[in-house]
């Protein structure tokens, strides 16, 4: 019996046909996977918010004088909580396991209080006020970074490890430097927030199939 042959030019649009029902499709570059399966602990929408926020708060740090601890206090307390608030939205839209959201939902929960310590001026010190605000970070950027490594989640974005350094970074830097003022303090803080709202915004823009990275 003589077998059918499907003409070349078939079986070269077969071949770049997705198929309809796969979720994802990989590309090999450079001997490296590639996906492009949405994914990620934190949306488009909530990182763009939070990288507003940042900016706005680190602007009013550095242009508004801040005489007094408590000043810089309630703005630092305001990020810190939206930046909370932001977070347990994302843990909503998320689809990870139940341990990622835990995870994520501990430490938005975690940034409501903190925030409203500083917003109550109850860190009254400089020195009080810098290691509060730095744990706060600390405590956002390991609980995200912590998350990705789980093996329920088996993609995640190249750009979101850059912004979870960042982070960490930054409230390490927080918690170890020296301040002698308030003014000091705020200055340093508002920059430090507005060079992680870039890096933020950067991670929300680049946010496609092409920067994706699988870790499994």
């Known amino acids: 019996m003589a077998q059918l042959e499907t003409p ?9 046909q997705p198929e309809p029902h796969s979720v994802s499709h990989q590309v090999w570059r450079s001997g490296a996977r590639w996906s492009a399966r949405p994914g990620g602990a934190l949306t488009r929408a909530t990182m763009v918010a939070g990288s507003l926020v940042s900016a706005a708060v680190g602007g009013l ?10 000043a810089a206090g309630a703005l630092f307390g305001v990020h810190i909580a939206v930046q909370g608030v932001l977070q347990l939205l994302a843990v909503r839209r998320s689809t990870a396991s139940a341990a990622v959201r835990c995870l994520l939902a501990g430490g938005g ?31 956002r950027g390991l609980t995200m970074a912590i998350s990705v ?23 390490l830097f927080m918690t170890a430097f020296p301040f002698v003022s308030p003014e000091q303090l705020a200055d340093v803080g508002g920059a430090v927030l507005v060079a992680t709202s870039a890096f933020e ?5 680049r946010r496609n199939s092409r920067t994706l990275r699988a870790i499994d």
């Open 8 to 16: 070349p030019h078939e079986v070269r649009d077969r071949m770049r």
């Open 61 to 70: 740090l550095i242009v508004v004088p801040v005489h007094t601890p408590a």
């Open 109 to 139: 929960v975690a940034a409501l209080p903190l925030g409203a310590i500083l917003f109550a001026g109850r860190a009254d010190t400089v020195f009080l006020l810098a290691l509060w605000t730095g744990c706060a970070w600390l405590l």
């Open 149 to 171: 490594t789980s093996p329920s989640v088996s993609h995640v974005f190249v750009y979101d490890d850059v912004l979870n350094a960042v982070i960490v970074s930054a409230g």
């Open 201 to 205: 915004a950067l991670a929300a823009a």
